[in-house]
């Protein structure tokens, strides 16, 4: 019934491109061949941000925060797009295999969105992202599970704030979630690989936060995996570009977003 109900859906409301708002696709995949193509060909690579946040991780993102990914990252976040979450996480487990070897289990520590923010986007965007990125990551034969460690306090908008100004933003809104009266203390991840995952990366104010307050939690980060990383107007495009990090072969998870009908060989993968 539920394969019936979706595949009505899409005969009824195809939707935009996700990835380029160009080409009206079936909801249930999203984007078009096109961009497919254009974001399983995405070789994720080392950000640096510059200036970089003082005790920012080595972070891995999948592209840059362009084109397509934009496009589907927009759609998924704000327009309700929710079955992206699945492709995304899918390109997430991609970012997450550069810095989690493959004989060491991985724990998974999403940034937590505010209270608010989840309310608006009808849950927490990065908690689903990632239960999809563990998904990937498992069929693919790593031994992974996520940590939600962290819960955000409301906190002002970043847009207009220094790098300064938004690392002290995000520490101050970040806290170790507390137990609830008659459940048990979260137990702190499994010995292995940590990794902080999240959507974008600009400054890096709130990864480094995030790996500051769980560095006080006795938690060692071995890294950041993030979906698109934007470039800050006036710097380089040093440590940017889309090239693999130390000059690693591309990690191969599968087919990582799903064809529309009919694009049996639309992209190569």
């Known amino acids: 019934m539920a394969g019936l109900l979706g595949d009505l859906a899409d005969l009824v409301l195809p939707a935009p491109c996700a990835g380029c708002a160009a080409e009206r696709v079936p909801l249930r995949y999203g984007v078009c061949a096109a961009c497919a193509a254009g974001l399983e060909a995405l070789r994720p690579f080392r950000r640096a941000p510059e200036p970089a946040s003082s005790g920012l991780p080595a972070c891995v993102a999948v592209g840059a925060y362009e084109g397509p990914m934009r496009g589907a990252l927009l759609a998924y976040k704000e327009k309700g797009r929710h079955r992206l979450a699945q492709p995304l996480g899918s390109l997430l487990a991609v970012a997450v295999t550069r810095l989690a070897p493959r004989n ?58 220094s790098v300064a100004g938004r690392r002290a933003a995000a520490e101050d809104s970040l806290r170790i979630r507390r137990a609830r009266i008659g459940v ?83 992209s190569a993968r």
């Not at 495009?237 to 599968?254: A, C, M, Q």
């Open 184 to 266: 048990p203390r979260r137990t702190a991840p499994r010995k292995g690989t940590l990794v902080v995952v999240d959507d974008i990366v600009t400054t890096g104010a709130t990864l480094a936060a995030v790996t500051r307050r769980l560095e006080e939690a006795k938690m060692q980060v071995d890294g950041a995996a993030v979906l698109a990383a934007t470039q800050l107007r006036g710097t380089s495009t040093s440590g940017f570009g889309g090239f693999p990090p130390d000059g690693t072969e591309k990690v191969n998870l599968g087919h990582l977003v799903s064809r529309t009908r009919g694009d049996a060989g639309a």
């Open 104 to 161: 060491r289990p991985v724990t998974l520590v999403p940034v937590p969105s505010t209270a608010a923010a989840a309310r608006e986007r009808h849950g927490d965007h990065m908690l689903r992202l990632a239960a999809h990125t563990v998904r990937r990551l498992r069929a693919a034969g790593w031994e992974a599970d996520i940590s939600p460690q962290l819960e955000a306090l409301p906190r002002p908008d970043s847009t207009s704030l």
